[in-house]
């Protein structure tokens, strides 16, 4: 079963109205979604999701509360273009940036390094580039950056030495497999401390999806979508995301530094929007649901 991570704090904090337009950017299982819908009796909610699966379950759920909404199958990358076919202006747009667990839970998926599955990890399943490209095409220095970069993972290198040395003798085709390879190239101590393979998966989940990238261009356009008073809430669950979220959030809140020491600052370069919140969530939901430790709820507005 998939729990939505801050749901009550980003439920809260988008500020629903009962005519509200609303974009749920990543609809997943509809935990966000069913609740905003039940807000906004007057108002229109536009869900984006890329998998099958997921918009299937949640049609299912959303349909039982209400008809107000749409549900878009494509990736959030494209939220500026498809917004914009179908109203100007939206009052709220929420990011939850975490894998749901079905996707992780459902073996043949490739997500996780517990259960054994061809090695996949596609969030879109049209798409060619998998995991598996990535693990047996990619060359020595490509798999050293992206595990360092998406995965901050301090053993890159022996690890991408392992995973060339065995691709030599036979493809790595599935997750235990990849698994293993990392648990022989990390120091004893290292596998102790949580499974050794997590921040490869991740560092590959991301490469594969190129979430990063994705995200950095769907936020820029969501802040150019908002109407006075709308807000944006972004759940993030790794430091990368967060630090684009943050990083972003502050330029677009901030006066110009070179403008900073004027005694009075002009109008057209007064920031248009201001942060709210910035939220982790509490001791009672981690104990509940561990896999939202490192989960972080930002939330600005456009004034």
């Known amino acids: 079963?998939?729990?939505?991570?801050?749901?009550?704090?980003?439920?809260?904090?988008?500020?629903?109205?009962?005519?509200?337009?609303?974009?749920?950017?990543?609809?997943?299982?509809?935990?966000?979604?069913?609740?905003?819908?039940?807000?906004?009796?007057?108002?229109?909610?536009?869900?984006?999701?890329?998998?099958k699966n997921a918009i299937e379950a949640s049609e299912k759920k959303l349909k039982q509360i209400g008809n107000n909404y749409e549900i878009i199958n494509k990736n959030f990358v494209n939220l500026k273009s498809e917004i914009q076919k179908?109203?100007?202006?939206?009052?709220?747009?929420?990011?939850?940036?975490?894998?749901?667990?079905p996707q992780l839970d459902v073996a043949e998926r490739g997500f996780s390094y517990h259960k054994d599955a061809k090695l996949d990890m596609r969030?879109?399943?049209?798409?060619?580039?998998?995991?598996?490209?990535?693990?047996?095409?990619?060359?020595?220095?490509?798999?050293?950056?992206?595990?360092?970069?998406?995965?901050?993972?301090?053993y890159a290198s022996s690890i991408a030495k392992g995973i060339i040395k065995n691709r030599e003798k036979q493809p790595i085709e599935t997750t235990l497999q990849l698994a293993e390879i990392i648990k022989q190239n990390v120091p004893m101590k290292y596998r102790q401390k949580s499974h050794p393979a997590r921040k490869?998966?991740?560092?590959?989940?991301?490469?594969?999806?190129?979430?990063?990238?994705?995200?950095?261009?769907?936020?820029?356009d969501a802040l150019s979508l908002l109407d006075i008073n709308g807000r944006i809430c972004v759940i993030t669950f790794h430091s990368l995301e967060d630090k684009i979220c943050k990083q972003i959030f502050n330029e677009v809140?901030?006066?110009?530094?070179?403008?900073?020491?004027?005694?009075?600052?002009?109008?057209e370069y007064k920031p248009k929007y201001k942060i709210i919140a910035n939220i982790a969530p509490t001791k009672k939901e981690i104990e509940n649901?561990?896999?939202?430790?490192?989960?972080?709820?930002?939330?600005?507005?456009?004034?």
């Open 253 to 267: 809140s901030s006066v110009p530094k070179e403008l900073k020491n004027l005694p009075i600052i002009p109008e």
């Open 289 to 303: 649901n561990p896999r939202c430790r490192s989960a972080r709820l930002r939330v600005i507005e456009r004034g």
């Open 200 to 220: 490869v998966f991740q560092a590959i989940r991301i490469e594969v999806n190129n979430e990063l990238e994705v995200f950095k261009k769907s936020l820029l």
């Open 86 to 101: 179908r109203t100007n202006k939206v009052d709220g747009i929420l990011f939850d940036l975490g894998v749901s667990s």
């Open 123 to 154: 969030m879109d399943q049209s798409q060619t580039l998998s995991a598996y490209e990535v693990v047996n095409e990619y060359s020595y220095e490509k798999l050293v950056t992206i595990f360092h970069r998406y995965g901050e993972e301090k």
């Open 1 to 51: 079963m998939h729990i939505s991570v801050l749901l009550e704090e980003s439920i809260k904090y988008l500020n629903l109205k009962d005519n509200s337009k609303i974009v749920d950017c990543t609809l997943g299982y509809a935990g966000h979604s069913s609740l905003i819908l039940k807000q906004i009796k007057n108002g229109f909610l536009y869900a984006f999701d890329q998998d």
